[in-house]
């Protein structure tokens, strides 16, 4: 399957920038290659699932050494249901399905109604490369067919990628029938740069952490948090580097890299955000509008002297908008960072080996990036805190949610008894 992925990337990436407004370069470059990642790593680790051996034990038997002993197996849970977003339709159908299947599973998946390509062609290629008809099920519809899976008491599984108040849902729904529930929900990611940082490095952490994917990926780092001492000369570079490389236009140009977002409506919901900005005080340093009057584009966003109970800081918006934040202190930065119900991911940029460690162990995140932002490689896990869900995806981790562990107890010593 990673092959046939591999060998109609073109095709797939097409696909994926006309449903998803992202442009082809970047469905190219990153939404193919991660699905391949996740197809190749869960195929080298199917052959690999093992259980444990438990030997020494005390049982309570007046023979000693015990020569009873105890092991357990990894088993499959059975039917999965996995629901999908609309940002990475296929790297999230592969996300869920490599896994799923390598452990032994079948799978029900729901792509977002808004994105259903790629998933049917997914499964094309696994019925191509002779994955049993059966396996991985594809059903499109609205919210009410995914709410159909989290009740149906058939599916062992729900793994759901999306936002929190469906990941709420969801979870009520799978209670019925007590479901294992995977859940990678929203975020609104402090992204922490200190003085001491590598200039360059944090401007375009910054960048990548708010504009990649028209700022629609639930792990973006949109409080971008600056030490006072560099935060004009920050914010005056993030304004240059905005005006000199964010090229806004048709996602299947070359040439773009900013496409368009999703929907009409979703864009008004980012200028809606955008305009609340302006109206609570927030400073505008560039973008804010539409562009153009022909599809759902908008210029990329930032504010400066930013407050933390402004909607742009507390809300996801998801979309192209940055807040800026200037700070004082290593303490106070955290506890600002720290205070919200999201904990999906943050961002240190420091090159003090010290304060790096020190700020990772107090911040409330699933993922802390050091020095970078928004890498997710496949052989680490992948899931936040809080209210941004519960439940790791991608490397090893993601075995444990697709299996049950089954302990078998061999007794060798005779059985003791009282009757």
């Known amino acids: 399957a990673a092959s046939l992925v591999t060998e109609k990337t073109e095709e797939l990436a097409v696909i994926e920038a006309q449903d998803v407004g992202k442009c082809l370069t970047e469905a190219r470059d990153v939404d193919v ?4 990642s996740a197809l190749k790593y869960f195929a080298g680790v199917a052959p690999t699932l093992k259980g444990s051996h438990y030997y020494n034990m005390d049982t309570g038997n007046t023979a000693r050494p015990s020569q009873s002993f105890a092991y357990t197996r990894r088993e499959p849970l059975g039917l999965c249901g996995g629901i999908g977003a609309w940002n990475y339709p296929l790297q999230i159908a592969t996300w869920k399905s490599a896994p799923a299947l390598a452990c032994g599973n079948s799978m029900v998946f729901k792509p977002s109604e808004m994105t259903p390509r790629t998933a049917m062609a997914l499964a094309e290629i696994y019925k191509e490369a002779g994955v049993p008809d059966g396996v991985f099920n594809v059903v499109h519809g609205p919210g009410p067919v995914g709410e159909m899976l989290t009740k149906d008491p058939r599916i062992a599984k729900i793994s759901f990628t999306g936002d929190v108040a469906t990941g709420k849902t969801i979870m ?19 992204l922490i740069v200190f003085d001491d940082c590598d200039f360059e490095k944090a401007i375009s952490g910054a960048l990548m952490a708010n504009f990649y994917t028209q700022g629609e990926i639930c792990t973006n780092g949109t409080r971008v948090f600056v030490h006072e001492s560099v935060h004009k000369r920050f914010v005056e570079t993030l304004k240059q580097r905005v005006k000199d490389n964010c090229r806004v236009g048709d996602p299947m ?9 999703i929907s009409h409506a979703h864009m008004q919901k980012v200028l809606s955000y955008i305009q609340a900005g302006v109206d609570e005080g927030a400073t505008l340093v560039c973008g804010g509008k539409r562009v153009g009057t022909k599809g759902c584009f908008v210029e990329p966003t930032i504010f400066d002297n930013c407050k933390d109970d402004m909607k742009i800081v507390k809300n996801e918006i998801f979309g192209p908008v940055m807040s800026v ?19 999906l991911a943050a961002g240190v940029f420091s090159e003090s080996l010290s304060r790096v460690h020190r700020v990772v162990a107090e911040l409330q995140s699933g993922m802390v990036y050091v020095n970078n932002y928004n890498t997710a490689p496949m052989e680490i896990p992948f899931g936040g805190f809080k209210w941004s869900g519960h439940g790791k995806e991608n ?25």
Do not use: C, W
């Not at 697709?402 to 059985?415: H, I």
């Open 395 to 419: 490397s090893q981790e993601a075995v444990h949610h697709f299996t049950q562990l089954k302990t078998v107890y061999v007794e060798m010593d005779g059985v003791p008894t009282v009757f």
């Open 325 to 343: 934040l200037p700070f004082s202190s290593e303490e106070e930065v955290i506890a600002r960072a720290n205070a919200t119900t999201y904990g």
């Open 33 to 36: 290659p991660s699905a391949v």
């Open 253 to 261: 140009d070359e040439a773009s890299n900013v496409g368009a977002l």
């Open 172 to 190: 009520a729904n799978s209670s019925g029938s007590i479901k294992a529930v995977t859940l990678e929900l929203g975020g609104k990611s402090p």
